[in-house]
């Protein structure tokens, strides 16, 4: 079992950034491929970005490529998100994930265990 917990998000204009931070405990965290989904109300939840196991590849929805960026820390146990340059269609509930293999990354199902959520709100 691992748990997730999200935090970092909050209200921004647009243009400005935030950085989300998932810690994980539990499990050893390094024997897990890591993602970030959100979901916006109305619409389904979307892969957002991913990384592997250590950290060596990245992964991102097209979106959000060039302005977000994913890392994590196995040592603190902990992924980020470092959103820069948002925009009000980035507004939604922001979930870490995880999972131990890569097929499917950009696929909600495929993950094993999720955080609780943070809003992240972008305005005009």
């Known amino acids: 079992q691992v748990q997730l917990v999200e935090s970092g998000g909050g209200l921004v204009q647009a243009g400005g950034s935030l950085r989300l931070s998932c810690a994980a405990s539990?499990?050893?965290?390094?024997?897990?491929?890591m993602g970030w989904f959100r979901q916006a109300p109305g619409k389904e939840r979307e892969f957002v970005a991913a990384?592997?196991?250590?950290?060596?590849?990245?992964y991102y929805a097209d979106s959000v490529k060039g302005r977000f960026t994913i890392t994590r820390d196995n040592v603190r146990n902990t992924v980020t998100l470092q959103m820069n340059s948002l925009k009000p269609e980035d507004t939604a509930v922001y979930y870490c994930?995880?999972?131990?293999?890569?097929?499917?990354?950009?696929?909600?199902?495929?993950?094993?265990?999720w955080g609780q959520g943070t809003q992240v709100t972008v305005s005009s």
């Open positions: 539990g499990r050893t965290f390094s024997n897990y491929f």
């Open positions: 990384i592997t196991w250590t950290g060596g590849s990245t």
């Open positions: 994930a995880a999972k131990t293999t890569r097929s499917d990354y950009d696929r909600s199902h495929s993950y094993d265990y």
